[in-house]
């Protein structure tokens, strides 16, 4: 049983429970310790925290060792963004190319497969699934990390994804509350503002949220964003109309609600951190995500004290924060109960079926039986959409890879890999490669190439103008470039051949790669 330092009083004690801090470094520094001692509850754990699943799986039992029923939270939604596996990319296509294959026991299989390796970790709490619905196609943040544009979709495999991954013991947390997919804006640089219709709110929107209630979802993340039609004047974080009167009150939601990350822009250059971090609670908020930027313990205290100082004063009521307290620890209760042993077999409640056929025509026509071939690499080539231009001929020797590179979304970040040249070099020994960005990229990446057929790899090209010209310019002097779009597909199909992977998770490259050699 976990033991909670004596002199810590009751008050103290649900201050620290509700926060979600991060840390630096690969093993518990003394002080996260400490206060998982005093009543800390939960811990993030981010890229930097993460070197080997061994590495991991020591780490959280050292946690484990202080606090027996810690929440060990992490962002793995696969695809785009990994933190398991962020420096190598990640085995498992993202929300984008799942809802391109649009097979629910695909998606509840792999979310399975996920979970089975966080929890063989020691991570019980998971900050996804994505449920937003893509339907701005300029959208800056979630692009594809959402299932896709089509409501219906997104809700069905939100549902899929979220009793997948609590199959294997680990709890879902389904995110951004509202709905984050129309907005041109950042939450990580500013507030966007999502100025809908409330009746296109609730038949867009909100859709996939009620599904993921209804398969079970133990926590619901909230998303830093303005909506009028729900509340004027207060971000969802902040607002107790939409997390109280909206998530609890008319959907009918009764787990945990944790708020993304408080140090983003759109809170903390608004409200500030610890300001923002008592509005959220008050809210209704139960948990508060910090730690993707600040990671010390000096932000802990600060937050903590200023929780403790917001009911002494009245700004907070005292009961909010012990009921929040305690959902904390239900949902740290409801891990422990149903933490499994990664190495016990167990399936997720339907298994991949073969009438989920392949999209496109590309080199990932496999369906039927999982239990042979790794549902990561299975899920990614059925995901491909491969078009054969008029100036399609086969890549037989090494080809060079322009790489178009945009600057890194901050929930993916710049030091995960992407891209297909890395796979290639494997079929095809000798392939070149080189990263592009600007006005003058399609000029340089052709005085690059030489004579050696290209391979253009764009992201989401439909938004960067660079990009799209540097294409104009390939295309035009080299028709029978290969282009491989990694982002949200938008563009008709151009070059002499056009994968289009829906979205740049490691398993994605291979399969474009294997496409492009034709394997």
Same mark, same amino acid.
């Given at each position: 049983?976990?033991?909670?330092?004596?002199?810590?009083?009751?008050?103290?004690?649900?201050?620290?429970?509700?926060?979600?801090?991060?840390?630096?470094?690969?093993?518990?520094?003394?002080?996260?310790?400490?206060?998982?001692?005093?009543?800390?509850?939960?811990?993030?754990?981010?890229?930097?925290?993460?070197?080997?699943?061994?590495?991991?799986?020591?780490?959280?039992?050292?946690?484990?060792?202080?606090?027996?029923?810690?929440? #060990?939270?992490?962002?793995?939604?696969?695809?785009?963004?990994?933190?398991?596996?962020?420096?190598?990319?990640?085995?498992?296509?993202?929300?984008?190319?799942?809802?391109?294959?649009?097979?629910?026991?695909?998606?509840?299989?792999?979310?399975?497969?996920?979970?089975?390796?966080?929890?063989?970790?020691?991570?019980?709490?998971?900050?996804?699934?994505?449920?937003?619905?893509?339907?701005?196609?300029?959208?800056?943040?979630?692009?594809?990390?959402?299932?896709? %544009?089509?409501?219906?979709?997104?809700?069905?495999?939100?549902?899929?994804?979220?009793?997948?991954?609590?199959?294997?013991?680990?709890?879902?947390?389904?995110?951004?509350?509202?709905?984050?997919?129309?907005?041109?804006?950042?939450?990580?640089?500013?507030?966007?503002?999502?100025?809908?219709?409330?009746?296109?709110?609730?038949?867009?929107?909100?859709?996939?949220?009620?599904?993921?209630?209804?398969?079970?979802?133990?926590?619901?993340?909230?998303?830093?964003?303005?909506?009028? %039609?729900?509340?004027?004047?207060?971000?969802?974080?902040?607002?107790?109309?939409?997390?109280?009167?909206?998530?609890?009150?008319?959907?009918?939601?009764? +787990?945990?609600? #944790?708020?993304?990350?408080?140090?983003?822009? %759109?809170?903390?250059?608004?409200?500030?951190?610890?300001?923002?971090? #008592?509005?959220?609670?008050?809210?209704?908020?139960?948990?508060?995500?910090?730690?993707?930027?600040?990671?010390?313990?000096?932000?802990?205290?600060?937050?903590?004290?200023?929780?403790?100082?917001?009911?002494?004063?009245?700004?907070?009521? =005292? =009961?909010?924060?012990?009921?929040?307290?305690?959902?904390?620890?239900?949902?740290?209760?409801?891990?422990?109960?149903?933490?499994?042993?990664?190495?016990?077999?167990?399936?997720?409640?339907?298994?991949?079926?073969?009438?989920?056929?392949?999209?496109?025509?590309?080199?990932?026509?496999?369906?039927?039986?999982?239990?042979?071939?790794?549902?990561?690499?299975?899920?990614?080539?059925?995901?491909?959409?491969?078009?054969? +231009?008029?100036?399609?001929?086969?890549?037989?020797?090494?080809?060079?890879?322009?790489?178009?590179?945009?600057?890194?979304?901050?929930?993916?970040?710049?030091?995960?890999?992407?891209?297909?040249?890395?796979?290639?070099?494997?079929?095809?020994?000798?392939?070149?490669?080189?990263?592009?960005?600007?006005?003058?990229?399609?000029?340089?990446?052709?005085?690059?190439? +030489?004579?050696?057929?290209?391979? %253009?790899?764009?992201?989401?090209?439909?938004?960067?103008?660079?990009?799209?010209?540097?294409?104009?310019?390939?295309?035009?002097?080299?028709?029978?470039?290969?282009?491989?779009?990694?982002?949200?597909?938008?563009?008709?199909?151009?070059?002499?051949?056009?994968?289009?992977?829906?979205?740049?998770?490691?398993?994605?490259?291979?399969?474009?790669?294997?496409?492009?050699?034709?394997?």
């Amino acid at each position: 049983m976990t033991t909670i330092a004596s002199g810590t009083d009751t008050l103290t004690r649900d201050a620290l429970a509700v926060l979600q801090p991060g840390f630096t470094g690969t093993s518990a520094p003394s002080w996260l310790l400490r206060r998982l001692g005093e009543g800390l509850a939960s811990v993030g754990l981010f890229g930097r925290n993460i070197a080997t699943p061994a590495q991991v799986a020591a780490l959280t039992a050292q946690l484990r060792a202080e606090r027996d029923d810690v929440l #060990v939270a992490i962002d793995e939604e696969g695809g785009d963004v990994t933190r398991l596996e962020v420096r190598t990319g990640s085995s498992f296509p993202g929300n984008h190319a799942l809802g391109a294959v649009d097979d629910t026991a695909l998606t509840e299989a792999v979310a399975h497969e996920l979970g089975r390796r966080l929890a063989a970790c020691g991570v019980n709490l998971n900050w996804a699934p994505s449920a937003d619905i893509n339907s701005n196609v300029d959208n800056p943040v979630i692009g594809v990390r959402s299932f896709g %544009a089509d409501t219906s979709l997104v809700a069905r495999h939100t549902a899929a994804y979220v009793s997948g991954l609590q199959s294997a013991g680990v709890a879902a947390c389904t995110k951004h509350f509202p709905g984050h997919g129309d907005t041109a804006v950042d939450s990580h640089h500013a507030m966007p503002r999502i100025d809908a219709e409330l009746s296109v709110l609730e038949s867009r929107e909100l859709v996939p949220f009620r599904a993921a209630i209804e398969a079970g979802t133990r926590a619901v993340m909230s998303a830093h964003i303005l909506v009028p %039609a729900l509340d004027p004047v207060h971000p969802a974080t902040l607002s107790r109309r939409i997390l109280t009167g909206l998530l609890r009150e008319e959907l009918g939601y009764d +787990g945990l609600i #944790v708020t993304d990350g408080m140090e983003m822009q %759109a809170i903390s250059a608004t409200y500030g951190i610890e300001r923002g971090s #008592v509005l959220a609670i008050a809210a209704g908020a139960d948990a508060i995500c910090v730690g993707g930027g600040l990671s010390d313990e000096p932000t802990v205290l600060r937050l903590r004290d200023a929780l403790v100082a917001a009911v002494r004063s009245g700004d907070l009521p =005292e =009961e909010r924060l012990a009921d929040a307290a305690s959902r904390v620890r239900a949902l740290a209760a409801w891990t422990a109960s149903t933490t499994r042993s990664a190495s016990a077999p167990s399936t997720p409640s339907s298994t991949p079926s073969s009438a989920g056929s392949a999209v496109g025509s590309g080199a990932g026509a496999e369906a039927g039986s999982h239990a042979s071939t790794d549902v990561g690499l299975v899920a990614a080539r059925r995901a491909l959409t491969v078009t054969r +231009g008029a100036h399609f001929a086969p890549v037989t020797e090494a080809p060079y890879v322009a790489a178009l590179t945009p600057v890194a979304n901050i929930a993916v970040g710049d030091e995960t890999p992407w891209g297909v040249a890395a796979e290639l070099r494997r079929l095809l020994p000798g392939t070149e490669t080189g990263s592009f960005t600007g006005e003058r990229a399609g000029a340089e990446a052709l005085a690059a190439a +030489g004579s050696r057929r290209v391979v %253009a790899v764009v992201r989401d090209a439909h938004r960067h103008t660079w990009m799209a010209e540097a294409l104009d310019i390939l295309l035009a002097a080299r028709p029978d470039t290969v282009v491989v779009e990694m982002g949200v597909p938008q563009s008709p199909p151009r070059g002499a051949l056009h994968i289009a992977t829906h979205g740049a998770a490691r398993v994605c490259g291979l399969a474009a790669a294997e496409a492009v050699a034709g394997a």
